[in-house]
């Protein structure tokens, strides 16, 4: 009988690696980097952040991507979602022929185009357990990608509902990510959950478990909660045991605060010895994502006169880096290379984060002194976006590079 999952990839990597690097990989970002990170072109002193761009996880999918691709050139291939938040990667999965499957208002996916001789690739997010489950029915070849930070997750989630704990989940509950992981606890009967945004929305929680002078009330919860807590949700019920996780992208030191002041709660309400046992928390933060935010910590310390963020709009941890960075300094956050306009010299921008906030058109960006300029992406953006944006802005900008 066929085999038809696979989570290790195809021992592929060598077929694919020389199609790999020449479409992702650059030159001059590998040239700096060995120059200690910082070099000047022209007036223009380049600052590249210790820790940026493409992770471990993202390199694992995107390589599995490729070798499906070379392993199965006559079938179907469909990928759940985007294989990851970066536009010019998903393109790149059009162009070689996989067809992308995404999911409606709700989150569900509609799989009844997808057939046996099919081949399916799950995304570094991961996917629902229903999905899952739906994809196995089919009995189509998986090719799973999901990140092992996002695995390390799911396993504490699952625990947590094993032992009757709901799980407070720290992410965007219309992430791919976090509706993956709040799905393990169905493993469980019982198995309950709620997805807080920030510490805003945690504080909700908190000042109920607590019983705060005007805290919300125990309807108001369920209905704020509508679609971001596990069927029946009930905050009198569910939040005598709370196990905390988090989506591994978001802010590592904004989680860790949102598990100090749950268990503050639970203290105030039930007492240290209740708190001690019917309260967790362990370390679900991804390394990658730490990694990237100490990096832009270390930058801001001594913060460059502008800075740009490279990564997708709908990307995270992009998001929560340029956030990190607006605090110190003018900061651009660019979804693409191509954001940077070389025929007008003017800068197309996501101002602030949030989910919706539409992108904006500067010109007159650059400073007209010398100035330092330091450089970011998220976990999604390969070297060659990086590259390809710092060209753009030193054509601009009159800068011609040597050998």
Known sequence: MEETYFRKGFGLKAEVKGTIDAEYH??????IRARGYQETFGDVTVQLAQEFGF???VDRAVDYAYETVHKFPDRRIFLVGEIIHNPHVNRR???MGIRFIYPDSLGAFDFSDVVADDVVILPAFGVPLDAFHDLREIRCILVDTTCGSV?????RVDEYARDGFTALIHGKYYHEESRATASQVSKHPNGKYVIVRDMEEAMLVCNYVAGRTGHRTRQELVTHFAGKASAGFDP????????VANQTTMLANESLAIGAEVRKAMVERFGEEHAST???SFGTICSATQERQDAVVAMMADPPDVMIVIGGYNSSNTNHLAHMCRQHTRTYHVQDAACIEIDTGAIRHKPELGADVPERLDRDWLPARPFALGITAGASTP???IGEALLRLLTIRGVALDG
């Open 55 to 57: 992770c471990y996880g």
């Open 93 to 95: 999965m059009t162009e």
């Open 26 to 31: 650059c030159a001059l970002v590998e040239r």
């Open 151 to 155: 695995l390390h997750v799911w396993k």
């Open 383 to 385: 070297n060659n976006k």
């Open 278 to 280: 019917y309260y967790r």
């Open 236 to 243: 009198e019920r569910d939040f005598q045991r709370i196990g």
